[in-house]
């Protein structure tokens, strides 16, 4: 898989991974390049860097996501690489409202089931394509602190397996980015809570478009930036009691558990 001569649309683009991946794949000799993202004024600015498009999109709401494709496939044709990328952060567990739920499923997982639903589709008339979904090693592991960012990162993981098992064999390839700290506004905001033992190893954007470069040559589901991540993911699933164990000493040496008690 390569983004080479590609039509590629980057949901979320406008800001961290997703300019990262915008510009790399211009770089990379895409055919296109669409930034989409619901700030229109700062896609526009990144898409000018390299002569793309940007579209103004709103992931939580289906009706976005089919006109943003609409668009795309007017001016371009079929769409080879759709990355949805755009995601949010919420801190909190048992105390986090019914309506801060929705948004965060809305955004985070949701929002490829319909892109799914509509893309699909159209990828295996036009004889396959590429989806990139952007879930975070949270979708692997957890999110200490946030029970509303680890569930719904476990739910997009869950439905990009079952994408690339339903209909790997039929031309569609299906890829999650599984990152841990990456140093962008959602990492910056969050790194004063929960989070903030991820900013000592977090990653460049632009080192993770070169994971997400190697990831799609390799053509490996999995694409994790940090190396690391697949050594926890093996000893989750080795010794799963262990595994939790290990988590909350974590929970507790980090002060996290003293933040969720507050």
Known sequence: M????QVCVVTGGANGIGRALAERFAAEGARAVVVADLDLAAAQRVAGGFGGMAIACDVAVEADLVKLMEAVESAYGPIGLFCSNAGIGMEGGLEVSDAAWDRIMRINFMSHVWLARHLVPRMLRAGGGAMLQTVSAAGLLTQLGS???AVS?????????????????RGLKVF???PQGVRTALLEEASQGSMNFLVET?????AVASAVIEGLASEKFLILPHPDVAEYFRRKGADYDRWLRG???LQKETGIEEIMQA
């Open 153 to 169: 990162k476990h739910a997009a993981m869950s439905f990009a397996e079952w994408l690339a098992i339903t209909f790997g064999a």
């Open 202 to 206: 977090a990653l460049e954007p632009a």
């Open 247 to 249: 988590m909350q000493r």
């Open 2 to 5: 390569t983004v080479k001569d």
């Open 176 to 178: 999650a980015l599984c």
């Open 147 to 149: 029970a509303p960012y």
